[in-house]
C-alpha cells in the first residue's frame, strides 16, 4: 500500500542517510585505529585503542544519525541539506 501510495522513492527514506552515516562512522574508525595501533605493545592495549576508537567514532557520526531519524520521525521529504541546515539553526 505504501509503495503503491509514494513509490518505492519513499519506501525507506534514510536508507541514503544510514550509508552516509556508515560510512562516516567506518572512516573515522578506521582513521583512529589504523593510525593509534602501532603504539599497541599488548593485545590488552590494542582492545583499548579499538574500544577509544568505537567510542570516537559514535561521537562523530552522531550528528548524522540525528538527522536520520528526525527526517523519518518527522516524515519530512525536503533536501538532506536543506532539513540539516533547518535542525542546525534551531
Not at 26 to 36: A, L, P, T
Not at 42 to 61: P, R
Amino acid at each position: 500500500m505504501m509503495i503503491k501510495k509514494n513509490g518505492l522513492k519513499y519506501f525507506y527514506k534514510g536508507y541514503f542517510n544510514s550509508l552516509f552515516g556508515i560510512a562516516v562512522f567506518r572512516g573515522s574508525f578506521n582513521g583512529i585505529y589504523d593510525s593509534i595501533k602501532y603504539n599497541a605493545d599488548s593485545i590488552n592495549l590494542k582492545a583499548l585503542y579499538a574500544y577509544l576508537s568505537t567510542v570516537a567514532a559514535g561521537f562523530i557520526s552522531y550528528p548524522f544519525d540525528i538527522i536520520r531519524k528526525r527526517r523519518i520521525i518527522l516524515n519530512n521529504n525536503e533536501n538532506i541539506w536543506t532539513f540539516s541546515k533547518n535542525i542546525l539553526k534551531k
